[in-house]
């Protein structure tokens, strides 16, 4: 159910990538300042903005959960997540690279942006580890959407705070021409933008279909164990143990 | 109370709780009638106090049927709330308050007059300690006012959880006639022991690993199947 | 609703003066931070953005300490099973405990801002007071929403202890940037507030945000 449509999207993600990244090395201007380094602007913007909107899609599969109590919306929403908190790991150092690059510090407090990708980053980081210590798979959820909801809300609160913050005499950092960008940079952009969230949809997709193989197979040995057990003990003896048997999403 | 109803206090119907993956009852079925008295039977870890969990509305059912006092749970669960007296293992009092600050607090919960509270306090022979810290207090003191906590709204429902457990036969007498047979009061009686259980019981419901096996007589030979 | 919500917060009030766990906890650990700050910074005053940080933050980091409790007396003593067998509506438990720590903060405040300004503030306390306290009030009510919900949120966690803080202080930070920014001129120069409705402004924002968002979803970590 979930591996359907998996083999054309990984094919436009490959075409996408590809010529996002002919697009990057060839096509491209070179900037004047920051010279060869500012090409990972294409990285670093597109991921940053695609994962954001992951975060905010798990914050509303989580809704979804709470309304329906389908545990599928729940697996979308952990997986979403999940794969966010990676990327951001890639925002925040594609970040220090452009910063170390410009201004020759791993690290900048004047930009918003990436601050606030931190804090965000702080406060994902608690996902998993609240998750998983949660011992009721339902409540686990449960709380799991909770979560992914509060965060949710957060992260535009978070981006208006922190941006408040700046005062207007410090220019943007990580800025590049000023928000006017030419033809063939917007193209690049918009190319890179939509490989990368290709990409992401393409994982996502991925690893939800995994899951569900992994939880199909528990599903699958808990059965047996109990069709063993029942045959065992009408035998008089105890059943044998199949494998073990772990927990929830964890599993792939 | 507004509906005097002629049908059966609680009706089960193929009732499902997992947990995880994992069935924690599966194919619960039975009724029970106005002032009858249910025996759970079963072994540790049979679905006991899950299934009392469940009809106290603490607990949602994944799957079948439940209508507790003419409440679909777990959609019209508010309406069964209030109408339940619930004594679980957990005495559900705050240890630094007193037995009286606990039981008057409980009563603004459930909207019930102050006055209700010393008559319980008295019912359950607990004036003299009744303002002191509930740390202070043994266990049968603790259990007593517990099950004044849970007869404070005057429920037409009660569900026990082994409400006798740790109790001298004094305190025993005393909460009889409250919460035992006496009190003609439709029951749930989760209880170990088997003969006792069943002498309590009008009608027997044998749980083993979530699953029915059995419903009807009191018959302990029966029960004690259950066990091995 | 308010009528059990009241109810309940009279509950707990009354337990917290039987125990005096929390409250008197929190003034000592701010009194000791000031300290910590004294020699941390090695500064016998603080003006200006420096006065401003050192207490929003150890007010904040206060908060913790109070978010710790606030649910655990109901796992360990009454049980939320108390509550939840009771014919109420589960938003007035979110009420209370949200006004418990509400109040909480208030008594807090009314030990540790006086402490600041005796211990390490350079400026004058009494000249910006008034706009301090209503800064503080706003605040409270943006801590205390999200204190209660990531209280209930913790609280059935193996590791409830260190999940509290690090859920918690990111999702302050947007208190403390308002706090800090704003009370930054008052403890500084001629003491007057200066841009003082944008920080108004994203206080305020932040505690509707807060407040609708745990008053929709805090059924659900009650529920089973």
């Not at chain 1, 990057?24 to 670093?44: C, M, S, T």
């Not at chain 1, 408040?164 to 940079?185: I, K």
């Not at chain 2, 106005?34 to 469940?54: H, I, M």
């Not at chain 3, 800090?180 to 001129?185: I, L, N, R, V, Y």
């Given at each position: ?19 996002a990244i002919g697009l990057v090395f060839f096509y491209a201007p070179l ?203 009408a035998a008089g003896a105890p059943a044998p143990p199949v494998g073990t ?8 | ?228 | ?224």
């Amino acid at each position: 159910m979930y591996g359907k449509g998996l083999r054309p999207l990984s094919i436009a993600s490959a075409a996408a990538l590809g010529t996002a990244i002919g697009l990057v090395f060839f096509y491209a201007p070179l900037d004047a300042d920051q010279g060869f380094i500012q090409k990972i602007f294409y990285i670093h913007v597109p991921l940053a903005i695609v994962t954001l909107g992951g975060f905010i899609a798990g914050g509303l599969m989580g809704i979804k959960y709470l309304r329906t109590g389908d545990r599928s919306w729940d697996m979308r929403s952990y997986v979403a997540i999940h794969l966010s908190i990676v990327l951001a790991v890639a925002v925040l150092i594609t970040g220090a690279i452009w910063a170390k690059a410009s201004w020759g510090h791993w690290w900048v407090w004047d930009e918003p942006t990436l601050v606030s990708f931190l804090i965000i980053f702080l406060l994902y980081c608690c996902y998993q580890p609240l998750r998983f210590s949660i011992e009721d798979p339902d409540r686990q959820a449960r709380y799991a959407a909770v979560f992914a909801i509060i965060a949710g809300a957060f992260v535009p609160l978070n981006f208006v705070a922190v941006r408040l913050a700046q005062s207007f005499s410090h220019p943007r950092v990580l800025s590049t021409t000023g928000g006017n960008m030419p033809g063939s940079m917007r193209l690049t952009f918009y190319v890179s933008l939509l490989a990368i969230a290709l990409l992401y949809v393409t994982l996502w997709k991925l690893e939800l279909t995994s899951k569900n193989a992994s939880i199909q197979l528990k599903r699958l040995r808990v059965r047996l164990e109990g069709v063993l057990e029942e045959q065992h003990s009408a035998a008089g003896a105890p059943a044998p143990p199949v494998g073990t048997v772990p927990a929830s999403p964890r599993d792939s | 109370m507004a509906e005097q109803s002629a049908t059966a206090v609680i009706e089960v119907e193929g009732l499902e709780r997992r947990y995880g993956e994992r069935a924690a009852l599966s194919g619960v079925s039975f009724q029970l009638g106005e002032g009858q008295t249910l025996g759970l039977f079963g072994p540790n870890g049979a679905g006991k106090s899950t299934l009392l969990r469940v009809l106290a509305t603490l607990l949602r059912p994944h799957a079948g049927g439940v209508r507790v006092l003419g409440a679909q749970l777990p959609d019209e669960s508010w309406k069964a709330r209030g109408r339940v007296g619930y004594v679980g293992h957990d005495p559900l009092l705050y240890r630094e308050l007193s037995g009286r600050e606990n039981l008057v607090f409980h009563a603004r919960l459930h909207r019930v007059d102050e006055a209700r509270v010393d008559e319980l306090i008295a019912a359950v022979g607990m004036q003299r300690r009744a303002r002191d810290p509930v740390r202070e207090l043994s266990r049968g003191m603790v259990q007593r006012l517990s099950a004044a906590r849970a007869l404070l709204h005057d429920p037409p429902l009660l569900l026990l959880d082994e409400p006798y457990s740790g109790l001298d036969p004094a305190a025993r007498e005393l909460l009889d006639p409250l919460i035992g047979k006496p009190s003609g009061r439709t029951r749930v009686l989760v209880s170990h022991d088997v003969d006792s259980g069943t002498a309590e019981s009008d009608v027997a419901l044998g749980l083993r690993a979530g699953k029915q096996l059995h419903f009807g007589t009191p018959d302990p030979a029966e029960l004690r199947r259950l066990f091995q | 609703m308010i009528g059990t919500a009241w109810t309940i917060l009279r509950k707990d009030l009354q337990i917290e003066l039987r125990t005096k766990e929390s409250v008197p906890a929190m003034a000592l650990f701010s009194v000791t931070v000031f300290v910590l700050f004294h020699f941390g910074l090695q500064r016998n005053e603080l003006e200006g953005d420096l006065a401003a940080g050192v207490l929003w933050v150890t007010l904040i980091l206060a908060t913790v300490l109070a978010v710790n409790r606030l649910f655990v007396t109901e796992r360990e003593q009454g049980g939320i099973d108390g509550l939840l067998l009771a014919p109420i509506d589960r938003t007035s438990v979110f009420i209370a405990k949200a006004g418990a720590l509400f109040l909480y903060l208030v008594l807090l405040e009314l030990v540790a801002v006086p402490a600041f300004g005796i211990l390490l503030l350079g400026p004058d306390l009494f000249k910006p007071l008034p706009t301090l306290i209503l800064l503080l009030l706003l605040a409270d009510v943006g801590l205390a929403a999200v204190g209660a919900l990531v209280s209930a949120l913790a609280v059935e966690t193996r590791a409830r202890d260190l999940i509290v803080p690090l859920l918690l202080l990111p999702l302050l930070v947007p208190v403390a940037i308002a706090g800090a920014q704003a009370t930054e001129p008052l403890f500084s120069g001629n003491q007057a507030a200066h841009e003082l409705g944008k920080w108004v402004g994203l206080l305020g924002l932040y505690d509707m945000v807060f407040l609708l968002v745990s008053i929709a979803v805090f059924d659900f970590l009650l529920e089973d």
